[in-house]
């Protein structure tokens, strides 16, 4: 149950602390706003640091990602069951921390006239909408992630200190947001995509649009894609 329960508070704090970011840049009269991309890469870095550490030291497995828990699965380092359960408690996490994010900024919808700017601070959305190379850049995105976590942790890099970790995953992310995040705003993570998105659907947001979910598997299958293909090539090569 620890497992769970790390899975489930680690997410909620990446998504807090994420999306977080994104409506302090976004919402109109936040002190933040228009404070730009890199205040909104360097939040999810910490954000990713945070909840890696919040789901380790509640006795998860610090993966916040069902992308991460396939690739580990397949890797065999977690169970189907185990796999199931930490999926369940991802998605669950990012739709409370999705719901977290619109009270901590409860009074600034309303003063928000963007509809694209409210559902961006759930969600990802692509700068050019081309559903195939939307998927490719998650995909890249995703397989950069994976693949880079087991470069970090691999045999022949040695054993890392204890707490290093996380802050190297952290810029882990931080790079990929900056070099990849462009195209789609680099989601690289279901839960952290949809669990939100359906938090943006079913909150009482004042003056929201749609949810856009016809763009919403993207998000879901591309990162998946993406461990998939890390997971394999990183086991082939013996990381």
């Given at each position: ?91 669950v996490g990012a739709f409370v921390g999705g719901v977290l994010v619109f009270l901590a900024y409860y009074a600034h919808w309303a003063e928000t006239d963007n509809k694209g700017f ?122």
């Amino acid at each position: 149950m620890n497992n769970l329960i790390g899975e489930f508070f680690g997410t909620m704090m990446l998504i807090v602390l994420g999306d977080g970011v994104v409506a302090a840049v976004l919402l109109s009269k936040s002190k933040a706003q228009n404070s730009g991309w890199i205040v909104i890469t360097a939040g999810w870095a910490f954000a990713v640091m945070v909840g890696v550490f919040a789901s380790v030291a509640l006795g998860g497995p610090g993966h916040l990602n069902p992308a991460v828990t396939i690739a580990q699965l397949l890797r065999g380092n977690t169970d189907v069951t185990q796999a199931i359960s930490y999926i369940i408690a991802q998605f669950v996490g990012a739709f409370v921390g999705g719901v977290l994010v619109f009270l901590a900024y409860y009074a600034h919808w309303a003063e928000t006239d963007n509809k694209g700017f409210k559902l961006g601070i759930f969600c990802t959305g692509p700068a050019i909408r081309s559903p195939v190379w939307n998927l490719v850049t998650e995909i890249i995105g995703t397989f950069v992630l994976v693949f880079g976590v087991y470069a970090i942790f691999g045999k022949a890099v040695g054993a890392i200190p204890a707490g290093l970790g996380p802050f190297l995953v952290a810029g882990l992310v931080w790079g990929i947001g900056l070099s990849l995040g462009g195209p789609t705003g680099y989601a690289i993570n279901p839960a952290r995509d949809l669990g939100p998105r359906i938090a943006h659907f079913v909150l009482p947001i004042a003056g929201k649009g749609d949810s856009d979910w016809g763009y919403s598997w993207i998000p879901v299958v591309g990162p998946i894609i993406g461990g998939i293909i890390a997971a394999v090539l990183a086991g082939a090569l013996t990381m």
